[in-house]
């Protein structure tokens, strides 16, 4: 199965500013899929990213809030804009399922302080 | 949408105890996993289990798809086992997310 590097591991940010998540495969996929896990909570989807087109993005979550690249088929970047503290959450990256049997892999995961 | 249900939602075991995870999902699926999170937030893919039985060393998992459960099996608990124990299923491998349940939280007191 592949694996995904994720950074920042973890940050603490001011409200206001901007965070940019990166996650990279360490082979090509077609999806990658990116979620939100609030503190106690379990894992909702953000956005589904597919190369060379737009992001489609999950009820409740806009791509003005949340912008997405995916440039090619091993690297994705999430962006949490105009950071609140209801925003601090684990966020994390996904792709897979087309590896005959080792199913979906994530990344490690960042965890977002918003202070 | 498919539901994911898992119970129960939270376990406290005696070090040494074994126990028993369900997990119940609402339609037919592609793919169905267990995941472990560590307290670091980590998701530790567990078991790929589709259909039948799998072990890895205490662990061990059941799916029987046709009656839309799966059951994860920890035996001779440790400490170390502790954390949030995740079940999640997809409907189209690859190209569509996995689908959670909430969840179970299992506390291994020494």
């Known amino acids: 199965s592949a694996v995904i590097s994720q950074k920042p591991s973890r940050d603490i940010c001011q409200r206001g500013t901007s965070l940019t998540i990166q996650c990279q495969v360490d082979?090509?996929?077609?999806?990658m899929f990116w979620y939100r896990q609030q503190p106690g909570q379990s894992l909702t989807l953000i956005a589904t990213a597919n190369q060379g087109s737009e992001a489609t993005y999950e009820s409740g979550f806009v791509i003005d809030k949340f912008p997405i690249s995916r440039p090619n088929l091993t690297f994705s970047t999430l962006t949490v804009s105009n950071m609140s503290p209801e925003d601090s959450s684990i966020y994390l990256c996904s792709a897979g399922g087309g590896w005959g049997g080792y199913g979906y892999t994530f990344g490690s995961g960042t965890r977002l302080t918003v202070v | 949408g498919i539901q994911v249900e898992q119970s129960p939602p939270d376990l406290i075991l005696q070090e040494g105890a074994n126990s028993t995870l369900r997990c119940n999902f609402s339609?037919?699926?592609?793919?169905l996993q267990w995941f472990h999170q560590n307290p670091w937030g980590q998701l530790i893919n567990l078991f790929y289990i589709p259909s039948g039985t799998k072990q890895n060393g205490r662990l061990s998992a059941t799916t029987v798809a046709t009656e839309r459960y799966s059951l994860l099996y920890i035996s001779s608990s440790q400490t170390t086992d502790s954390g949030v124990y995740f079940c999640?299923?997809?409907?189209?491998?690859?190209?569509?997310?996995?689908?959670f349940g909430k969840g179970t939280r299992l506390s291994v007191i020494a």
């Open positions: 999640a299923v997809d409907l189209d491998s690859g190209n569509t997310p996995l689908v």
């Open positions: 082979s090509q996929v077609t999806m």
């Open positions: 339609d037919s699926v592609n793919n």
